[in-house]
C-alpha cells in the first residue's frame, strides 16, 4: 500500500477468529480525526469500528506536460524519412535483425 501511497489505520484484529478483515484504507497523509473498535461478536462475528475523517479543501495540482503539435506534422516529409531508414528495406519475415545491433 505504501508503494501507491496509502494508509492502514486498524492495527487490530477485528474478527472474532483473530483475524484482521475490516479496513480503513487512506492516503498517507491523510489523518483520522477519531478511530474506536467497539466489541459486538454478540451481533456479528465482526468489531464495529467507527472513524471520522478529516476534510479539506481539495485543490487539483498543477502537471507540466509536455506534447507534439501533430497538426503541424508534415506527413510528406515523415513519409520520405522513413522510407530512407533500414526499416523500410527490411523483409516483414526479418523482425529479428532489428535487435541485432
Keep these: 500500500?505504501?508503494?501507491y501511497g496509502l494508509k492502514q489505520h486498524v492495527n487490530i484484529a477485528?474478527?472474532?477468529y483473530g483475524h484482521t478483515l475490516d479496513l480503513v484504507i487512506t492516503a498517507e497523509d491523510m489523518d483520522l480525526q477519531?478511530?474506536?473498535q467497539h466489541d459486538v461478536y454478540s451481533l456479528s462475528d465482526?468489531?464495529?469500528l467507527?472513524?471520522?475523517l478529516s476534510h479539506g479543501s481539495m485543490t487539483a495540482k498543477p502537471?507540466?506536460?509536455v506534447s507534439r503539435d501533430w497538426s503541424a506534422l508534415d506527413r510528406d516529409l515523415f513519409q520520405e524519412e522513413l522510407?530512407?531508414?533500414?526499416?523500410a528495406d527490411?523483409?516483414?519475415d526479418d523482425v529479428d535483425s532489428i535487435f541485432c545491433v
Design 90 to 92: 527490411m523483409h516483414p
Design 34 to 36: 477519531s478511530h474506536t
Design 83 to 87: 522510407a530512407n531508414t533500414d526499416l
Design 63 to 65: 502537471m507540466d506536460y
Design 1 to 3: 500500500m505504501a508503494a
Design 14 to 16: 477485528t474478527h472474532s
Design 50 to 52: 467507527q472513524f471520522i
Design 46 to 48: 465482526h468489531m464495529c
